[in-house]
Nanobody
């Protein structure tokens, strides 16, 4: 019933930009912390950015100043604007929804971002 669908992944050259989108259904969207995680091949999944219902944001140090997370509660959608992309940003990017630490998170299917030098 719960569904998170990512879109916007692509192959780009270093220095380029992309905007990822995640459309959510089956949850009361405004009550969830929404986040973006990424997983390079063979490595652990890591938090990239997250945004609470009140607009509070956190970012990984590696993307501060380059990426911006935002949400539109009226559209049940969270975005990740990615600028000044680097080859080390290459990964599968996953959308995440979290109500509390005591409940299981919901995850999207992932979207591939590839940055070439």
């Amino acid at each position: 019933q719960v569904q998170l669908v990512e879109s916007g992944g692509a192959s780009v050259q270093a220095g380029g930009s992309l905007r990822l989108s995640c459309a959510a259904s089956g949850i009361i969207f405004s009550r969830y912390r929404m986040g973006w995680y990424r997983q390079p091949p063979g490595k652990q999944r890591e938090l990239v950015a997250a945004i609470a219902g009140d607009g509070t944001t956190i970012y990984a140090n590696s993307v501060k100043g380059r990426f911006t997370i935002s949400r539109d509660n009226a559209k049940n959608t969270v975005y990740l604007q990615m600028n000044s992309l680097k080859p080390e940003d290459t990964a599968v990017y996953y959308c995440n929804a979290q109500f509390s630490p005591f409940a299981g998170d919901y995850w999207g299917q992932g979207t591939q971002v590839t940055v070439s030098s």
